[in-house]
T-cell receptor
Framework: RKEVEQDPGPFNVPEGATVAFNCTYSNSASQSFFWYRQDCRKEPKLLMS???SGNEDGRFTAQLNRASQYISLLIRDSKLSDSATYLC?????????????FGKGTTLSVSS | NAGVTQTPKFQVLKTGQSMTLQCAQDMNHEYMSWYRQDPGMGLRLIHY???????DQGEVPNGYNVSRSTTEDFPLRLLSAAPSQTSVYFC??????????????FGPGTRLLVL
């Protein structure tokens, strides 16, 4: 099992749609979880951290299920500007607890 | 703050040539790392450092050397470039946080082509 697995995508949705991305991780000792966004030919940038209680930032909601080792990202009312690749990221406790392991990413394309 | 800077932005090498990818950060972050990103493979950790004088291997360290003589700089060296090292290289930094909440800031990347 790969350390971090994501929906393969791509997701093609119209403006205004709600879309959900899923991610599973293999190391039960992982303690930090994030969603990053990466635009074409650009560096990854933090979208939001994921907390055990779930957290929301505007149109974006992240959920964590530690028992199932599952992370999700929900985007409501999609905008054209949401088109990007979304990376699920967890920390790697077996590497001094500081290294981050990235999923391969899920591509979202929002069309008008 | 300039954040994380990388040079060069683009580079073409011939097989067997050596070069150094530069990375610098001005945020006084203890932790710095190098990733490579290939199509269909996602970001893979090459080397990382938790402070000056301390480095360690990541997932794909073969063919790369690093050193950390200062907090600010973390160069990545290719001693003998191979076509398999054609990739986009990202440097990243973050503060060390025992609570593991701190996330990483990435540089703009270096696109390397090895012929």
């Amino acid at each position: 099992r790969k350390e971090v697995e994501q929906d393969p995508g791509p997701f093609n949705v119209p403006e205004g749609a709600t879309v959900a991305f899923n991610c599973t991780y293999s190391n039960s000792a992982s303690q930090s979880f994030f969603w990053y966004r990466q635009d074409c030919r650009k560096e990854p940038k933090l979208l939001m951290s994921v907390y055990s209680s779930g957290n929301e930032d505007g149109r974006f909601t992240a959920q964590l299920n530690r028992a199932s080792q599952y992370i999700s990202l929900l985007i409501r009312d999609s905008k054209l500007s949401d088109s990007a690749t979304y990376l699920c990221v967890v920390n790697a406790p077996n590497q001094a607890g500081t290294a981050l392991i990235f999923g391969k990413g899920t591509t979202l394309s929002v069309s008008s | 703050n300039a954040g994380v800077t990388q040079t060069p932005k683009f580079q073409v090498l011939k097989t067997g040539q050596s070069m150094t990818l530069q990375c610098a950060q001005d945020m006084n972050h203890e932790y710095m790392s190098w990733y490579r990103q290939d199509p269909g493979m996602g970001l893979r950790l090459i080397h990382y450092s938790v402070g000056a004088g301390i480095t360690d291997q990541g997932e794909v360290p073969n063919g790369y050397n690093v050193s950390r003589s200062t907090t600010e700089d973390f160069p990545l060296r290719l001693l003998s470039a191979a076509p398999s090292q054609t990739s986009v290289y990202f440097c990243a930094s973050k503060p060390l946080d025992r609570g593991l909440r701190e996330t990483q800031y990435f540089g703009p990347g270096t696109r390397l082509l090895v012929l």
